[in-house]
């Protein structure tokens, strides 16, 4: 592929709010050993994105400094070593930073082909939220057939995809969400309790499901008042794994909980881990799920699509009401 000298990147003009996301160009990378260049096609939104536009989440050591976590597109170069992607195939990766651009690095040990029957907007819709749920559900939480699962934010795009994988394995699935919409659209997708948090108690609509079993497994991202809550809700032996704390990190929580049902309280981030473990980690996720997306039994719901260099529309809209996934377009592709 002949490859251009610039490109269009999304950068940040400082931190703030989203008018601070402001097209500009740049050079085109060059992948070194052991990358792949992609052509961005569709990059995916996500709400550590917004963290890293007001300041609160940094790019890792060696990132790009523009967001972007997901993206889908071509293999546009290949470095040196590469061996298992040619020119032209149809790629996903999950990026520690840089997606919200016209071409974007990857390491070609993590990437993935894009499952037949998806377009390029479905599948940059799936690396971020795939891979952090494949992770904290099913290997770091050990979430098995018949077991009570509950995740918070079920529209949100980690819920929508925790909901549809939980099903799929055969968990009997409970989240909380914000509306009655809300709660219809996570029941589509297979909740088996959607609980609308402005109006119900999740811990009190537990306890009255499945005869007071409580949550094998709870997925957070909230934090806060909710950690206790969790805890209260919890099975015996249940594990509780937090992957973000939209509500506060500092929390008091109760002990006695903890020990008198043999909890497991344990949590993870992704995006600094290291391109072995993401190789692992996608293989996995590649055996076990890919199968469900190319039968059409799981996909990734997308709300909307935006023109890359309508990004800080596309963060208004992740920080209003919204169920799934938003997705960057760059121009032409």
Do not use: C
Request: net charge negative; no cysteine.
């Amino acid at each position: 592929m002949s490859l251009p000298d610039q490109m269009t990147i999304v950068a940040l003009d400082g931190h703030g709010g989203p008018e601070v996301l402001v097209p500009r160009e740049a050079s085109v990378p060059r992948p070194g050993a052991g990358q792949i260049l992609i052509e961005v096609h569709a990059a995916g939104v996500n709400r550590p994105d917004i963290l890293q536009r007001k300041g609160a989440y940094p790019a890792p050591a060696g990132a790009p400094d523009w967001p972007g976590l997901e993206i889908a597109g071509r293999v546009a170069a290949l470095g040196e070593g590469v061996a298992n992607w040619r020119e032209g195939d149809r790629v996903m990766a999950l990026l520690p930073g840089g997606g919200y651009a016209d071409f974007a690095l990857a390491d070609a040990g993590s990437a993935l082909p894009v499952p037949s029957g998806l377009g390029f907007a479905e599948a940059a819709a799936i690396p971020e939220t795939f891979l952090t749920v494949w992770h904290n559900v099913f290997q770091r939480g050990a979430l098995r057939e018949g077991e009570t699962f509950l995740v918070h934010g079920g529209t949100s795009g980690i819920g929508t995809t925790a909901i549809q994988l939980a099903h799929a394995f055969g968990a009997h699935v409970a989240t909380t969400v914000g509306s009655a919409d809300k709660a219809e659209a996570a029941r589509r997708l297979g909740a088996d309790l959607a609980i609308n948090y402005r109006e119900e108690d999740f811990v009190a609509s537990l306890k009255t499901w499945r005869d007071g079993h409580g949550a094998d497994l709870t997925l957070d991202m909230v934090g806060g008042d909710y950690t206790n809550r969790n805890l209260q809700a919890a099975a015996s032996d249940g594990r509780i794994v937090q992957i973000a704390f939209l509500q506060g990190a500092r929390v008091e929580i109760d002990l006695n909980l903890v020990m008198q049902k043999r909890l497991h309280l344990t949590g993870s981030t992704l995006r600094a881990r290291d391109h072995a473990f993401k190789a692992a980690l996608a293989a996995d996720l590649q055996a076990h799920v890919w199968p469900l997306l190319e039968s059409g039994r799981v996909k990734p719901l997308i709300e909307a699509t935006y023109p890359l260099r309508e990004a800080a529309e596309a963060h208004r809209h992740m920080e209003r009401d919204h169920i799934g996934k938003l997705v960057l377009l760059p121009e032409g592709r």
